[in-house]
């Protein structure tokens, strides 16, 4: 976002501690992920928010009237639109509402809320399409591998305890009941890491409060995550960037024009440690237990809804390049993988990524 002010420090009370062990380091994707262009008169009715969430920042950009009043409301709508939603699905919060079913270990229906129940549907609808290779009950993995609130473990965990790990991962281990209002496990042990799709359902939920503030014309954005309302006032759609699955570089790769659609990206290049030799990334796949292999790809999904976004992101990732394209072309996902190789970036797009998006201009191949 080469346009708006810096974000302000990130309150330490609200920062989770992943930070210290990966190279994710979400304020620098803010700045490098979206690329926001203006027209040079149209500062006055621009209106930037920024701030933290859920550990990383957030960035609102609305295209607008409003008044110094109006821009007080749009701002305690967004923070507490957010701060509710971490305070429901932070794995980092040990009073969350997800942290608390984490804790419930019995198989006992557990009162859940509707928002929780509505991102436990969205995560579970994302895992039977992807044959269980985006699945939230990686959690016990995720911990182990130091892509947790624990932070990085002594060493890598051992296969014993990837497998005895591995045997409380499943996605259907999680059952939900819309009627009740309940979410139960088929196992005491199961447990549930919603980091994947929760940045995008944030996203969401901001976009339709301010929607029913009247507002028509807006970007949301958190940690990389992000969705264009409407096209800008203009009539011009929103252009925004793609970053390239650069580790030392963070580099805009393409960039392309949205009009009510919203694009989240994951990768292996985004958040990972090495050690002796070996790089995890903090993406597991769930069917070996062990973290993706490092190879420099980023895949980036367009959808209505960031969530559904944010969770393809992630169950693309794990397929990776070759599988990931087959299966987003079966299942109709607007999907953009960018591979690093020594020559440069490339990058494969499905034909419904091509559809979705106004305008997609490749800036850098390398
Ligand atoms: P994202 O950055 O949206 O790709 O989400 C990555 C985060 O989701 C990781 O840091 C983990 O907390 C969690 N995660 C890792 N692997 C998976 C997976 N296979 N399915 C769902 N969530 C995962
Ligand atoms: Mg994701």
Redesign the pocket.
């Known amino acids: 976002m080469t346009s708006a002010p810096n974000p302000p420090l990130p309150t330490p009370a609200r920062l989770d501690r992943r930070s210290a062990t990966t190279l994710g380091v979400a304020l620098l994707l803010l700045v490098a992920l979206t690329l926001w262009r203006l027209p040079s008169d149209a500062a006055a009715t621009v209106h930037d928010f920024v701030g933290m969430t859920m550990g990383t920042s957030f960035s609102v950009r609305i295209d607008g009237d409003l008044t110094a009043a109006g821009r007080e409301t749009v701002r305690d709508v967004i923070q507490s639109r957010l701060d509710r939603v971490e305070e429901l699905m932070s794995t980092y919060d040990s009073a969350s509402e997800l942290s608390r079913f984490n804790r419930h270990d019995t198989t006992d229906p557990f009162a859940a809320s509707g928002a929780l129940l509505d991102v436990l549907a969205m995560a579970r609808e994302v895992s039977e399409r992807s044959d269980g ?4 009950t ?1 959690a016990a993995l ?1 911990d182990a591998w130091g ?2 609130p624990g932070g990085r473990p002594e060493r890598a965990p051992d296969q014993t305890l990837i497998d005895e790990l591995g045997a409380r991962v499943g996605y259907e281990r999680i059952v939900l009941d819309h009627d009740a209002g309940t979410v139960s496990k088929t196992i005491p042990e199961a447990v549930v ?1 919603l ?3 929760a ?1 995008g359902y944030g996203v969401d939920r901001v976009a339709s409060d301010l929607e029913e503030l009247g507002l028509t014309s807006f970007l949301v954005e958190v940690g990389g995550e992000l969705k264009a309302a409407g096209a800008k006032r203009d009539g011009t759609p929103w252009r925004v960037g793609v970053e390239g699955p650069d580790v030392a570089a963070r580099a805009v790769y393409a960039t392309l024009d949205l009009v009510d659609q919203a694009i ?1 990206t ?1 990768g292996d290049y ?2 990972f440690y090495d050690e002796e030799g070996a790089r995890y990334a ?5 069917r070996s237990g062990r973290p993706i292999r490092y190879a420099g790809a980023s895949v980036s999904v367009v959808h209505r809804d960031c969530a559904m976004a ?1 969770g393809w ?3 693309l ?2 397929l990776g390049p070759e599988d990931g394209y087959d299966l987003a072309l079966r299942e109709g996902i607007a999907a953009l993988f960018v591979m690093q190789s020594p020559d440069g970036f490339h990058s494969r797009a499905t034909p419904a990524f091509l559809e979705r998006v106004d305008t997609y201009t490749e800036v850098v191949t390398r």
């Open positions: 290779a985006f699945d939230v990686v995720v892509f947790g890491d980091s994947a799709i940045k989240a994951s985004r958040s903090h993406i597991i796949d769930p944010d992101a992630t169950a990732s794990v």
